[in-house]
Every structure is written in structure tokens, then in C-alpha cells.
């Protein structure tokens, strides 16, 4: 009877293989060291109720909505206050024209022209303030016609509408007229003569409005010379 044989088989461990067991262990168990732990489940506590017992008065009070707060009342609406009109500025009263102030007199130039010789005669038979009066409407006359050269007064009444009036050697004739081209118109002068009384000095006038031809009887104004 054969006897079984038996088959050994011998491995040899090679230098490589265990070193490259002994590496994978090593990795292995550096994986598990860095893998988290698992967390500790947390225990449930038991949810507490609180309850509390109400009377029916309680629970209704506590159902109930709140009361709707009514809406405060609107303000009473106020007139307005009327605006103050402004007062309208005070009227103004016309400005006066100026009164013309020539600064060169002319009477003394016309009489001492020949064809005056008859006008010096004449003023040499008056009285001093008539003398004085008809050198005043003579300056007028030579003063009106430089002024505009329409006019050609050819006579002076100086108390047409009120009296001149005289003081010292100084005439204001405030209604005084004079005639051109056979029209009469308003004047107003003031005369101021020499110390002697023979010679104006200084002058001033202003002339006005034609004179109404019903007026001139009135007024004392003749229609020719």
C-alpha cells in the first residue's frame, strides 16, 4: 500500500513585502485617528406645558378683541385772517413849474437905443415905484420874446388879476398878462431894480395860459393898444 505524499510549500518572505506591510499599516491606522468620532446622541428632555385654569369671565376677557380706539377729532378749521390791503401812498400834489432865470437883463439895452427915446421920456414923468413898475414890464417884454420867438409881447398889464406887490426896490406881480399877436396871456414876474430904482438887476417869470376872451373886460385888458 502506498503511503500519501505529502506536498510542503515554503514561501519566503521577501525584504520589499514587509516593508510595504508595515507602511499600509501605518497609513491605516493614521486614517482612523484623523476620522471624527461619532457625535453622543442627545438625550430628549421631556417638553414642560404650563396650564392655567380660567374662569369664563377670564376666558372670554381674553377671547375678546381689543376695543377700536375711535379717531381723534379733526380740528376746527379757522377762517382765514383777511389780508390787510395796503395802504394806498398819499397823493401827490402837481410840482409847480419852475420859474425861468435869465441870467442877462435887457431893458437897459432897449432904452438906450434911439428909437427909445420917446419910452425914456415918458418914464422920467413917473413916479418912483410906477417908474419902477413900468421898467419891470419892460424887462418882461424883452425876456419873453428871447424866450420863444412866437411870442411878441407888445404890453404888460402886471395887475391884470390881483395887485403887484412893491417892497423897496422889488416887484412880484403873481397876476400879471401880456398881450402878443392880439391874444392875452397869464404871467407871473418878479422884479428886482437897483438901489436908484433905475435899472433891473435880476428877473424871474413864468408865463401861463391864454387868457379867456370873455375875461378881458373883467380883467381890464384892451382888445388893441
Known sequence: MRRPVV???????????????VVLHTLLAATLALMPLPK?????EEERVSVAILTPQQFEASTKPPPVQAPPPAPEARAPMPTPSPSAPPAQLPTAPAMIRPTEMLSAKTLADPRSRQARADLATFASDERMVQLCNLEAMDQIRRWRADFQPERVVSYATAEEKIRGTTIAAD????????????????????????????????VGDPVAREK??????????
Do not use: M
Open 216 to 225: 378881458w373886460d373883467e380883467f381890464g385888458l384892451p382888445a388893441v393898444h
Open 7 to 21: 506536498v510542503t510549500l515554503r514561501y519566503e518572505a521577501s525584504p520589499w513585502g514587509i516593508s510595504t506591510s
Open 40 to 44: 453622543r446622541p442627545k438625550r430628549l
Open 175 to 206: 397876476g400879471a398878462a401880456f398881450r402878443s399877436r392880439k391874444n392875452w396871456y397869464s404871467l407871473k414876474f418878479k422884479c428886482q431894480l437897483a438901489r436908484d430904482g433905475e435899472s433891473v438887476i435880476g428877473f424871474e417869470f413864468l
